[in-house]
């Protein structure tokens, strides 16, 4: 079993950065995919980033590409979320979520382990 915990939410202004962090306990996350999910009030949770469990593959849905940028640092059993040129539209409850293997999925479901989500709150 994987236990994650996001940290480095907060607030910021729009067009400012911020970095999440995911830092896995109990098992390394090595054999495992890795994807970043958020969800906004009143929407439901969506897809917005992973990468493989080699870091050679990555996927960033439409909304985020050019701004955040995913990796990985399997040796700290962690995975950052480098958010730039942040939105109102971003802001959310931001989770990690681990998927065993090498294959990267956008659907939720696919996904075992769930930390417990930090907040993003982007000003205008």
């Known amino acids: 079993q994987v236990q994650l915990v996001e940290s480095g939410g907060g607030l910021v202004q729009a067009g400012g950065s911020l970095r999440l962090s995911c830092a896995a306990s109990?098992?390394?996350?090595?054999?495992?995919?890795i994807g970043w999910f958020r969800q906004a009030p009143g929407k439901d949770r969506e897809f917005v980033t992973a990468?493989?469990?080699?870091?050679?593959?990555?996927y960033y849905e439409d909304f985020v590409k050019g701004r955040f940028t995913i990796s990985r640092d399997n040796a700290k059993n962690t995975v950052y979320l480098q958010m730039n040129s942040l939105k109102p539209e971003d802001t959310a409850v931001y989770y990690c979520a681990a998927r065993l293997g090498d294959i990267i999925r956008t659907s939720r479901s696919q996904y075992n382990y769930w930390g417990q989500g930090t907040q993003v709150t982007v000003s205008s």
């Open positions: 109990k098992r390394t996350i090595s054999s495992y995919t």
């Open positions: 990468s493989s469990w080699s870091g050679g593959r990555t």
